[in-house]
């Protein structure tokens, strides 16, 4: 888990979960916004509660890796997982 402080109160997590088997990294991103008026120690250990919320659910499984999709992969993927 990796904590970037990007200003003005916008902090982006970076989780990985190992390698996908075509050799890329499987890593999930999120933008944490924090109230920007309190003091980077404040501001970090707030951010941190919150990356540890993020990262359980996408442990679990909750989150998922951004990635792109066509409309017809979509619909392929729902068939196969809803149509029974």
Known sequence: MNLEN???GSWRLTISDGY????SK?????MI??????TENAQRRETEK???LIKA????KLLTVNR????AELAEEYLAAFAA
């Open 57 to 60: 659910d996408f442990r679990r």
């Open 50 to 52: 919150q990356a540890a």
């Open 68 to 71: 792109r999709i066509t409309l």
């Open 26 to 30: 499987i890593r999930c991103r999120q």
């Open 6 to 8: 990007r200003g003005n």
């Open 33 to 38: 916004k924090v109230d920007p008026t309190r």
């Open 20 to 23: 996908a088997p075509d050799g």
